[in-house]
């Protein structure tokens, strides 16, 4: 069964960070870039990140620039986002999803592509 969980979310103070992971299980992630979406209640949902299969490229949204870093393991079948600095306006629930057309802004995703459940960040003192 192909599926990607999100975790790492949580409840944290303006200025601080979190890691959160994308794990892949069911399919080998290699293949594919991998996308970071976010979606604050009431907003669009954004492409925030993301990380080509073979790591040569990367994107980040002017929003979480210079903050926010992607990464990935293949050999642990998993992406990261490194959250610093992190602001109110970041929170949201966060999803990662496969990028069959590729690392390319504006994240989008396909028909084909899969998506985790999401994990809930919140920023709030």
């Known amino acids: 069964q192909v599926q990607l969980v999100e975790s790492g979310g949580g409840l944290v103070q303006p200025g601080g960070s979190l890691r959160l992971s994308c794990a892949a299980s069911?399919?080998?992630?290699?293949?594919?870039?991998i996308g970071w979406f976010r979606q604050a209640p009431g907003k669009e949902r954004e492409g925030v990140s993301c990380i080509s299969n073979s790591v040569i490229s990367t994107y980040y949204a002017d929003s979480v620039k210079g903050r926010f870093t992607i990464s990935r393991d293949n050999a642990k079948n998993t992406v990261y986002l490194q959250m610093n600095s992190l602001k109110p306006e970041d929170t949201a629930v966060y999803y990662c999803a496969t990028l069959a057309r590729g690392c390319i802004p504006p994240v989008a995703t396909g028909p084909f592509d899969y998506w985790g459940q999401g994990t809930q960040v919140t920023v709030s003192s």
């Open positions: 069911g399919f080998t992630m290699d293949y594919y870039a």
